[in-house]
C-alpha cells in the first residue's frame, strides 16, 4: 500500500524543513552554537567526549559566571557536562556566600607533627 502525498502535504513538510533550518541558523547564532564550533565536544574538567548523540548533555559555561558577557572569540566559555556544570556553581555559590570560609573555620587545624624529632634522633645515634 503506498501513500499519496497532497500539495497540501507537501506544502506542511516544506514548512516543517524550512522552520527546522531557520531553527538551526538561529542555534548557530547563539553563543552555545558558537562555542559548539569553536571547541572540541569534550568536557574541559572530567575529559567526557560527546557525540552527536548525547550533546545535549554538554554545556557552555561563562567563566566570569556573567551570561551576558559572550565575546565571539569564546573566550570567556568553556563546555562543560551537566555533572562538572552543576559542580562548578554549586562551589561558586558556596564561595559567594561564605559557606566555605564557614567550613574551614570550623575545621580543626593539624598541629602534631610525626618527624620533629626526626633530626635530633638521627643526631643521638650517631
Given at each position: 500500500?503506498?501513500?499519496?502525498t497532497?500539495?497540501?502535504?507537501?506544502?506542511?513538510?516544506?514548512q516543517?524543513?524550512?522552520?527546522?533550518?531557520?531553527?538551526?541558523?538561529?542555534?548557530e547564532?547563539?553563543?552555545?552554537?558558537q562555542a559548539?564550533?569553536?571547541?572540541?565536544?569534550?568536557?574541559?574538567?572530567?575529559?567526557r567526549?560527546f557525540?552527536?548523540?548525547?550533546?545535549?548533555?554538554?554545556?557552555?559555561?561563562?567563566k566570569?559566571?556573567?551570561?551576558d558577557?559572550?565575546?565571539?572569540?569564546?573566550s570567556?566559555?568553556?563546555?562543560?557536562?551537566?555533572?562538572?556544570h552543576?559542580?562548578e556553581?554549586?562551589?561558586?555559590e558556596?564561595?559567594?556566600?561564605?559557606k566555605?570560609?564557614?567550613?574551614?573555620?570550623?575545621t580543626?587545624?593539624?598541629?602534631?607533627?610525626p618527624?620533629?624529632?626526626l633530626?635530633?634522633l638521627?643526631?643521638?645515634?650517631?
Amino acid at each position: 500500500m503506498s501513500l499519496k502525498t497532497t500539495p497540501a502535504d507537501k506544502h506542511k513538510l516544506n514548512q516543517i524543513v524550512t522552520e527546522a533550518r531557520r531553527n538551526q541558523e538561529l542555534r548557530e547564532q547563539s553563543y552555545r552554537g558558537q562555542a559548539l564550533k569553536l571547541y572540541p565536544w569534550v568536557c574541559g574538567r572530567c575529559a567526557r567526549e560527546f557525540t552527536h548523540k548525547n550533546l545535549n548533555e554538554l554545556t557552555v559555561h561563562h567563566k566570569n559566571h556573567n551570561h551576558d558577557d559572550n565575546p565571539s572569540d569564546g573566550s570567556n566559555w568553556e563546555l562543560l557536562c551537566l555533572y562538572c556544570h552543576d559542580n562548578e556553581h554549586s562551589r561558586y555559590e558556596e564561595t559567594r556566600f561564605g559557606k566555605a570560609q564557614a567550613i574551614k573555620a570550623a575545621t580543626p587545624v593539624a598541629t602534631h607533627n610525626p618527624f620533629a624529632n626526626l633530626k635530633t634522633l638521627i643526631d643521638s645515634k650517631k
